[in-house]
């Protein structure tokens, strides 16, 4: 059975590496080229479309169907002291006519083979997601998600996601600030044409559109609730984009990024573990011209509603009590996130565990935080 199994993941190691391309719409690919995930840089580079990948064997799923079927077949040759010698090549002809053959009796449609495939690709991608506080599986997730889309752009349950895992890898997992910053656009951008849909004009129009404050204040405020998810998420990832922006660049964005605020507010309160409240004062805390009091509000709401959550604790350490030069509190929140027990609400444990490391990163950089 272990070289039916050595054998199957040979045979599928050349058809898994153009599951994943590189070619990317949503700004990702500059700032993964430079990714140092080994299972990133193996995928670098494929510029093959998924649809390939199954039009040759389906999707995975059949793969392991055939070899199942076909273990008898496998069993018996072995069995056999007169095919010893020539065991390695039966099998193989075996395996591969198995799966040659499944495959021309499906008689699949391409739509339907593409429905498949993204199936199986958003499969794997809330598979992986639920081990998102290991770094190799959020960057899966990601990648799979950003290839379901391919064939499923306008799903928004996808674009959620996709925004979602964007600003996760983003906040918790990447070092490097260029590639952080894509990452947070490629969210944002990804729910750009469900929140502020370009209805027929042509792109440069539609982003002329988009681009003027005003009418993007008149949109927001429009906003149906069954779109609110898509404004939070497009929110988060805009705002954690500009906390490093040029102050310019913030104050330009100020005007629509809390009329998003407030829509979020009245009909989503309670998202996220109270992530509004989160948003707010992450918000106000990096907006110049602000009193630090509104923030300071808007995280204590954050908190007292939501105590088993660590990232309004971790996230008013690092943008409001840096810029209030409030050092005590600080290290003492940041030192009692670190020793919590991460585990008290299982639905945000990923989310726990990465801000407790984020809180340790923090606390390494202190002196330098409060020169």
């Known amino acids: 059975m272990q070289d039916i199994l050595n054998l199957a993941h040979f045979l599928f190691i050349p058809v898994q590496k153009h599951l994943i391309s590189a070619e990317d719409d949503t700004g990702l690919k500059m700032g993964f080229e430079d990714r140092q995930v080994s299972v990133l840089r193996a995928q670098k580079g494929l510029n093959i479309h998924p649809f390939q990948f199954n039009s040759l064997f389906q999707n995975l799923d059949s793969i392991l169907t055939l070899l199942t079927k076909f273990t008898s077949i496998f069993t018996l040759i072995s069995s056999k002291p007169i095919f010893s010698p020539h065991l390695p090549i039966l099998l193989s002809l075996v395996c591969v006519i198995s799966l040659f053959s499944g495959c021309a009796g499906t008689g699949a449609s391409p739509d339907t083979l593409l429905e498949q495939n993204g199936a199986f690709l958003i499969r794997q991608a809330r598979e992986n ?184 604790v971790v996230q008013q350490a690092q943008y409001l009590d840096t810029k209030a030069g409030n050092r005590d509190r600080f290290h003492e929140e940041l030192t009692r996130i670190i020793r919590a027990d991460p585990t008290v609400d299982p639905n945000i444990l990923p989310e726990n565990v990465r801000d407790q490391a984020l809180a340790a990163k923090l606390l390494e950089q202190e002196t330098y935080l409060f020169e």
């Open 129 to 312: 997601w639920e081990h998102r506080d290991q770094e190799e599986a959020a960057y899966r997730a990601l990648f799979f998600w950003k290839e379901a889309l391919s064939i499923f752009p306008d799903r928004q349950d996808l674009n959620v996601e996709f925004a979602h895992a964007c600003f996760f890898v983003s906040r918790y997992w990447e070092e490097d600030p260029p590639v952080r910053d894509s990452l947070f656009q490629a969210g944002a951008r990804r729910l750009e044409d469900l929140l502020f849909p370009p209805d027929g004009i042509s792109p440069d129009t539609a982003q002329s559109i988009r681009d003027n404050p005003s009418t993007r204040v008149r949109r927001i405020e429009s906003v149906p609730d069954d779109q609110l998810i898509p404004l939070y998420w497009w929110s988060v990832n805009r705002i954690f984009y500009l906390i490093d922006q040029p102050v310019v660049e913030r104050v330009e964005y100020r005007e629509v990024l809390e009329a998003a605020l407030h829509r979020i507010l009245t009909g989503l309160p309670n998202y996220d573990q109270g992530g509004i409240y989160r948003l707010f004062g992450t918000f106000y805390a990096r907006l110049p011209g602000v009193e630090l009091e509104r923030a300071e509000k808007y995280f204590s709401q954050a908190r007292e509603a939501y105590p088993a959550c660590f990232a309004a």
